[in-house]
């Protein structure tokens, strides 16, 4: 086995055992939506904690219990403000160090040694980490302005859970970026906002070709960092299975809906699910 494939393997960190869990737990959840109706968890908390937004509406009916921890959905602007603030913070860090040899802040340095940060990779992957940190700060600027200025959300829900998830997760993706640095050294009118079905493009093939454009940026982040680096391909890993189950859970939503749904359409990807 070749060097790095076994210091890869031989070091389960703080963070690849978070990202392994998540994606378990999305991968878990995923089987039980794939399972007959009669067989799926009855428990409303649990369909309530994995639906939001539209599929809320096509899931158990909800009991007052639950919905008393709803928030809006067009509160998802707070992740990416969240996102751009933080990880603009890091990526500032980053270009001090790689550039001025700053050296991080001593509380920042500490966390990412609890965490699990690089110690002994090359110092080829403080520039990938970079290039990573510039992409994933300017999809963070691209959420932001579609959530503000081209989005449009409709009365739907959150739950406060999935809430507090989202605040956290864009934080989590930042640290987990830097955490590879080795620590030795278009314009639009408002039509109305019911349901349709979609048509054109990418549509043509999937339900939710954003879930699947989500996923091919997490890979192409990966493909910088390069293929054999274990902790950002459970990342990928994690975000395959969670934009999978939220891609079945709208195209069930669709396909509940309208009669008419294209019968060739799949959820996720193209041809196979």
């Known amino acids: 086995m070749a060097p790095w494939a076994e210091a890869e393997l031989s070091a389960l960190n703080p963070l690849r055992a978070l990202w392994l869990t998540l994606t378990a737990a999305f991968l878990l959840i995923l089987l039980l939506q794939l399972l007959p109706p009669s067989l799926l968890p009855g428990c409303a908390i649990f369909q309530d904690l994995i639906r939001y937004g539209k599929t809320k509406c096509g899931g158990p009916p909800r009991p007052a219990a639950c919905r008393a921890f709803d928030v809006p959905k067009r509160y998802?602007?707070?992740?990416?403000?969240?996102?751009?603030?933080?990880?603009?913070?890091?990526?500032?860090?980053?270009?001090?160090?790689?550039?001025?040899?700053?050296?991080?802040?001593?509380?920042?340095?500490?966390?990412?040694?609890?965490?699990?940060?690089?110690?002994?990779?090359?110092?080829?992957?403080?520039?990938?980490?970079?290039?990573?940190?510039?992409?994933?700060?300017?999809h963070s600027v691209r959420r932001l302005f579609e959530c503000l200025y081209v989005s449009?959300?409709?009365?739907?829900?959150?739950?406060?859970?999935?809430?507090?998830?989202g605040l956290v997760y864009y934080v989590l993706v930042g640290l987990t970026v830097l955490s590879q640095v080795p620590m030795d050294g278009r314009n639009g009118v408002v039509i109305h906002s019911n349901h349709r079905i979609p048509f054109g493009d990418w549509f043509e093939y999937v339900s939710s070709p954003n879930y699947l454009a989500e996923l091919m940026i997490y890979i192409s982040m990966a493909v910088t960092f390069?293929?054999?680096?274990?902790?950002?391909?459970?990342?990928?890993?994690?975000?395959?299975?969670?934009?999978?189950?939220?891609?079945?859970?709208?195209?069930?939503f669709y396909k509940s809906k309208f009669i008419s749904y294209p019968k060739h359409r799949k959820a996720f990807l193209p041809f196979l699910f």
């Not at 890091?90 to 609890?114: E, N």
């Not at 449009?152 to 998830?165: E, K």
């Not at 390069?226 to 069930?252: D, R």
């Open 76 to 138: 998802f602007y707070h992740f990416y403000i969240i996102s751009v603030l933080w990880n603009g913070f890091l990526l500032w860090c980053l270009t001090q160090s790689l550039f001025l040899g700053a050296p991080f802040p001593s509380w920042l340095h500490g966390l990412l040694r609890i965490l699990g940060a690089a110690q002994f990779q090359g110092g080829e992957l403080v520039l990938s980490a970079f290039l990573v940190l510039i992409f994933l700060w300017l």
């Open 152 to 165: 449009v959300f409709s009365s739907v829900m959150i739950h406060i859970v999935q809430y507090c998830f």
């Open 226 to 252: 390069g293929f054999h680096n274990l902790t950002w391909w459970l990342v990928v890993t994690y975000v395959f299975f969670s934009q999978a189950l939220f891609a079945f859970l709208s195209h069930q």
